[in-house]
């Protein structure tokens, strides 16, 4: 739904409407998934994840293990309208979850959070939507 330029300012700062959208289908769909999760569900889920970990670095590296073991890889998606196959996930330098993807020879690395999830999404994708709750991001 667009918004007109006189209620969000648009004209004030010289941007088109476009620009100034509430959200993209994309993110409400996104969204719409972190539903399903019930409250006794996602406890479950960051108690199994994150059990014996002493600090937050710990608690990402019981994620990714959770994430690993749990998410069916490879699987398609696609980024910025390309298609692309998630391979793996991984951690980077900054201790982040990432979707190691590869299209032809090429192989990029996104934080787990940004990368937009095919419908349907692959079995184990509700440990993403967890971690993605759990991190804050949901």
Known sequence: MRWPNRILGGEKWGL???????KSSAVRRRNSRLLHLSK????????????????E?????GWLTMI???LAVPFETTVLG??????????????EIVA??????THQSLPILDLPLPAPPPAGAEWIEAYGRWRGAG
Not at 100 to 105: A, F, L, M, Q, S
Request: charged residues 35%; hydrophobic residues 30%.
């Open 16 to 22: 088109p409407v476009k620009v100034m959208k509430r």
């Open 68 to 70: 690993e073991e749990n």
């Open 57 to 61: 670095s710990e608690q990402t590296t």
């Open 40 to 55: 006794a569900k996602l406890e479950e889920m960051i108690e199994q994840a994150t059990v014996d970990a002493y600090n």
């Open 82 to 95: 390309v298609p692309v196959t998630v391979e793996r996930v991984d951690l980077n330098r900054n201790d």
């Open 100 to 105: 190691v993807c590869t299209r032809g020879r």
